[in-house]
């Protein structure tokens, strides 16, 4: 079998499963264009193979993604008895320790709101008030970019305060609820903000550029870098570790088990709630977005002398 025919069936069984598999599809078939059509799967040796790691001058966290890929690829080729081996190197390439993220406090998010009504970094689609809605709805809800990005109309539903997350991590789907607040500023931006899509109603996004076309994420990307930097919300240490769009969904993880802790509530039978409502599987997914800031860290010491003291609670 040909690679780009296998390349194929893998995809196919992948989205059959229900996989968000998008990215990895796009990278796949790019090595399949690249290798030629007639090439069989036996056939890519390993320097064609680093080609595949490498190419486009890559760092390494993404020949260490390309790697998986790959090596998911070949698994199933190898299964299926289409390839007699991998012509990947023997050990994955290694990966970049992620950035620490950035939370911002309740200030610097007031910074951003107060700076998309005056900020404007060039001539582009994204308006002022959409920028806006996009950094309260993240900041509110904890979503991921992608997420609020891929909404449609017919996701929301105002009247009940709900917001429904399609086609999210792992291809699972979840309701949000929704402050009355974030209620009244959504609907706001959507009778009197949004521009007019080109698309029936129902398969319309709820955010659109001036246009009325979908939101770019790198275009979203960048224009959010420049408007931390326009209101002044950096950090000292390494640019890849200075403030991103995601971070607003740390924060709001963060700032929301430290409001636990200051109201004394149960965190054991909380945090599972929390983990329903980011979309993760399990608690340790949600780990990864408590970082201990300073009044987290203030909080949690003062529930630990309370129980020390025994002055009850939980520690």
């Known amino acids: 079998m040909t690679l780009q025919e296998a390349i194929d069936q ?4 992948k989205l059959a499963l229900g996989a968000c598999f998008d990215c990895p599809a796009r990278f796949l078939r790019r090595c399949g264009r690249a290798a030629g059509p007639e090439i069989r799967c036996d056939e890519v040796t390993p320097g064609k193979a680093g080609e595949f790691l490498s190419a486009g001058d890559c760092g390494p966290n993404t020949r260490a993604w390309r790697y ?10 190898i299964g299926r008895g289409w390839a007699q081996r991998s012509p990947l190197p023997p050990r994955a390439p290694a990966r970049v320790p992620p950035a620490p993220p950035y939370i911002y406090t309740r200030q610097e998010v007031q910074c951003l709101l107060d700076g998309t009504k005056t900020y404007t970094s060039r001539v582009c689609q994204l308006e002022p008030h959409t920028l806006r809605t996009l950094i309260l709805l993240l900041y ?5 970019p992608g997420e609020a990005l891929r909404l449609k ?27 009355p607040a974030l209620v009244q500023a959504l609907r706001t931006y959507d009778r009197h903000e ?19 076309t979908p939101l770019n994420r790198e275009t979203v990307r960048y224009n959010f870098r420049k408007l931390c930097q326009s209101v002044g919300i950096r950090r000292g240490d390494r ?5 991103r769009l995601h971070d607003l969904r740390h924060t709001f993880a963060t700032d929301r088990v430290t409001a636990w802790y200051r109201e004394g509530r149960d965190l054991r039978r909380l945090l599972p709630t929390l983990s329903t409502h980011l979309g993760h599987v399990s608690l340790s997914g949600t780990q ?14 003062l529930r630990f002398e309370r129980y020390a003291q025994g002055g009850g609670g939980l520690p």
């Open 140 to 144: 509110a809800t904890g979503l991921r």
């Open 153 to 179: 109309r017919s996701d929301l539903d105002l009247a009940q305060g709900l917001l429904r997350v399609r086609d999210a991590k792992g291809g699972k789907q979840r309701l949000v609820a929704l402050c």
């Open 288 to 301: 990864v977005y408590l970082s201990m800031t300073p009044e987290l860290l203030l909080q949690a010491s």
């Open 194 to 212: 949004r521009p007019h899509a080109v698309d029936d109603w129902e398969q319309e996004a709820f955010l659109l550029n001036r246009d009325g």
């Open 68 to 77: 998986s890929v790959l090596g998911g690829f070949y698994r199933f080729a």
């Open 10 to 13: 893998y995809v196919e069984c």
């Open 239 to 243: 640019a890849r570790g200075q403030p």
